[in-house]
């Protein structure tokens, strides 16, 4: 199988816990206004690699002797639940490694993706962008019903779950924070 891949970044601190290597994946269903990466929008252009899940995890295995007891692999974007067929075949193989296992997403998805997901995810950084969906249709150009039944799907399935959630103030960005979210 074969994933979109925008780039992959090694030994990140901000995405999850511990030491981590970042899959950026390419192709994005939201328009957000501050979106970091617009260049991952794309399902594809010239500058996309197309790698399998083998190329992926010669990558991944390099940071085995950093990763510790908390750090591990994160997909990200782009929106990984775009390729979750992908990316299961890449967590199943980290899962056989013990590597510690997290997703990087705006939860904008038909829940069926999540699914094929939660067996092989530990961690889920959940970009919920805006609570009301008048202002999730300001920010992100999308209603947020999708993210929100997503956010209750890993809830109840009891994923660990971080809300990334960027604070404005009168417009101008403050700071990307990131809270635990309490299981039930
Ligand atoms: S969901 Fe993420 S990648 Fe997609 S537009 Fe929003 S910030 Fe950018």
Redesign the pocket.
Known sequence: MIGRIHSIDSFSTVDGPGIRTVVFVQG?????I?????D??AGCNDKTNKMSVFQVMQIIKRGIPYYGDRGGVTF????PLLQADFIREVFSECKRLGIHTAID??L?VESSHLEKLIPYTDLVLA?I?AIDPQNSIKI?GAANNLNLANLDLLNRQGISIWIRYVVCLDGLIIQQISVPYPTI
Not at 28 to 32: F, I, K, P, V
Not at 76 to 79: F, I, L, P, Q, R
Request: one cysteine or more.
């Open positions: 994005c269903s939201l328009r957000c501050y979106c970091q990466n617009p991952t929008w990200s974007g782009g929106e997403s705006s904008y970009d962008k992100t």
